[in-house]
């Protein structure tokens, strides 16, 4: 088969900061015990992550300039950090929780992260970003409010609901972890959940009896903000509600122009607002559905959640066939064309993507450009590992802010190339050596044969094109210079298997 190329384009606006928290603004707090518990979301009893004995973990939530104090308890039986993903680090970037910028919270000792949601505003999630605990649970949503004082663009809502979607193995997270370590595959997921429960009973076959399945309650007539996320591991999937219509709003803290979508594609990583009108009638219940996309979908049936809108003058149980997927097994452009028709809301009064103001992004003059291929695993020194531009990164053992911070020598290299290297890769602590203030130009050119999708820890981007076949000069023509949707998370690459979720810190 041939590779399947694929550019993407977006800005970054680079700025370095010392920690600030403001005073007069609100302080929220949060207490997290991070535990292991018992849980069967898909009829097996498995070890799952769980946060103050919940599974998924409880909503963060809070409004824009809050200083947000979360005291994390780790005890499970290896170390632990939580990424708050898509939340902007302004000053304080050492509370991002990653490798690169935290040491790792040991058995038994706790943490306080502390940090300003500094004009900031939208739906994000976070999670635990060591040992591919991720797999195992330990997500949960965060929510930034707007201030009374700057309107939000549409109707308040009549509720506010989080859907958190995943794909989903039964094997524990160190099971997958020692998979990968070893150079294999992760293998088709069993499952994909909804708000950490398994499928409803749709077909007798695909799915056994005695699962528990999401309900989602609403009344007739009302207009909902649903803020979904793609929570899980390696599966873009194909998000839906029977008989309803799902008007984008926001996405990863950027209003969106609103338009109507039957379904939408979701990636890894990705979260959306959609605003749902409860209009139909309540002669049954309506499935809620989450697919998996890019793969053989007569091999991949039984990777399907499925919950329940119940209206509440409901009048019987959902039945029949699930909503169709997109039909694009001949179109394979759908989803690129898709995502392409998420824009900006450049008009809607609120928080910016950065704090230099520059979302007039197509009239600042780029001061570095990047282009970061990646390819199929290759092997180094006997064993396969993913690379970036030809370099496989290894982490450090001393942070890399922290080793800024005390101007520690040698803990890493500021000679990530601009271009690709050419020949034989090599594993090295290579990062990009931005410029203060700079603004940056980065393409992501995907030769691996599946889709990947890449997260920028603590910072938002803005997406401004997207193609197949290798980017050149000439590509510019074609950006998105005045509404390219900023955001935190984007796919590369639309093609058939599975996909990768990569920081980019």
């Given at each position: 088969m041939a590779l399947s190329r694929f550019w993407g384009w977006f800005l970054i606006h680079i700025a370095l900061f010392l920690s600030l928290c403001y005073a007069e603004d609100p302080f929220v707090f949060y207490d997290f015990e991070v535990t292991y518990i018992t849980a069967s979301p898909l009829g097996v009893p498995q070890q799952v992550i769980a946060i103050n004995n919940k599974f998924p973990g409880p909503t963060i939530n809070s409004t824009t300039n809050n200083n947000v104090v979360i005291n994390v308890r780790n005890k499970l039986d290896e170390s632990l950090?939580?990424?708050?993903?898509?939340?902007?680090?302004?000053?304080?970037?050492?509370?991002?929780?990653v490798l690169g910028t935290n040491c790792p919270i040991p058995p038994?000792?706790?943490?306080?992260?502390?940090?300003?949601?500094?004009?900031?505003?939208?739906?994000?999630?976070?999670?635990?970003?060591?040992?591919?605990?991720?797999?195992?649970?330990?997500?949960?949503?965060?929510?930034?409010?707007?201030?009374?004082?700057?309107?939000?663009?549409?109707?308040?809502?009549?509720?506010?609901?989080?859907?958190?979607?995943?794909?989903?193995?039964?094997?524990?997270?160190?099971?997958?972890?020692?998979?990968?370590?070893?150079?294999?595959?992760?293998?088709?997921?069993?499952?994909?959940?909804?708000?950490?429960k398994g499928p409803y009973r749709y077909n007798d076959t695909l799915v056994p009896d005695g699962i528990e399945y999401e309900t989602i309650n609403v009344h007739p007539g009302k207009t909902y903000r649903l803020r979904v996320h793609n929570v899980g591991i390696s599966t873009s999937l194909n998000f839906r509600i029977q008989s309803h219509n799902l008007l984008l709003a926001e996405s990863e803290g950027s209003y969106t122009v609103q338009q109507n979508y039957t379904s939408l594609d979701i990636h890894v990583g990705q979260s959306y607002s959609f605003l749902l009108t409860t209009d139909q009638n309540a002669s049954s219940d309506y499935y809620i559905v989450a697919s998996a996309r890019f793969v053989n979908e007569s091999q991949w049936k039984r990777v399907t959640g499925?919950?329940?809108?119940?209206?509440?003058?409901?009048?019987?149980?959902?039945?029949?066939?699930?909503?169709?997927?997109?039909?694009?097994?001949?179109?394979k452009t759908f989803s690129m064309n898709q995502a392409r028709s998420i824009r900006w809301n450049v008009s809607a009064s609120g928080a910016r993507p950065n704090p230099q103001g520059s979302f007039r992004y197509g009239s600042i003059n780029v001061t570095e450009v990047y282009v970061l291929r990646n390819k199929p695993p290759e092997t180094i020194d006997g064993k396969r590992r993913a690379t970036l531009s030809g370099i496989s990164f290894v982490n450090p053992a001393t942070p890399i802010r922290l080793a800024d911070q005390y101007k520690i020598k040698g803990v890493y290299k500021l000679d990530f190339p601009?271009?690709?290297?050419?020949?034989?890769?090599?594993?090295?602590?290579?990062?990009?050596?931005?410029?203060?203030?700079?603004?940056?130009?980065?393409?992501?050119?995907?030769?691996?044969?599946?889709?990947?999708?890449?997260?920028?820890?603590?910072?938002?981007?803005?997406?401004?094109?997207?193609?197949?076949?290798?980017?050149?000069?000439?590509?510019?023509?074609?950006?998105?210079?005045?509404?390219?949707i900023a955001r935190s998370t984007t796919q590369v690459g639309l093609s058939w298997c599975m996909d990768c979720n990569l920081d980019i810190t």
């Open positions: 950090l939580m990424h708050w993903s898509g939340i902007q680090q302004r000053r304080s970037s050492w509370q991002d929780g038994k000792w706790n943490w306080t992260y502390q940090f300003q949601v500094k004009d900031q505003v939208g739906s994000f999630f976070y999670f635990p970003s060591l040992h591919f605990q991720r797999a195992a649970g330990g997500f949960g949503s965060f929510i930034i409010n707007n201030r009374p004082i700057i309107p939000i663009p549409f109707d308040t809502p009549d509720g506010d609901i989080v859907i958190l979607i995943g794909d989903w193995y039964t094997r524990n997270h160190t099971a997958l972890r020692k998979a990968l370590d070893a150079g294999k595959g992760l293998g088709m997921p069993d499952g994909v959940l909804i708000n950490g499925v919950a329940i809108l119940r209206y509440s003058n409901s009048k019987g149980k959902a039945s029949g066939p699930l909503p169709d997927p997109p039909q694009d097994d001949f179109d601009n271009k690709p290297l050419t020949g034989p890769p090599k594993m090295e602590t290579s990062v990009i050596n931005g410029t203060y203030r700079g603004f940056m130009e980065v393409i992501l050119q995907n030769n691996d044969t599946k889709m990947h999708t890449y997260h920028m820890s603590g910072y938002a981007f803005f997406v401004v094109g997207m193609d197949y076949g290798e980017w050149s000069e000439n590509s510019r023509g074609t950006y998105n210079k005045w509404d390219g």
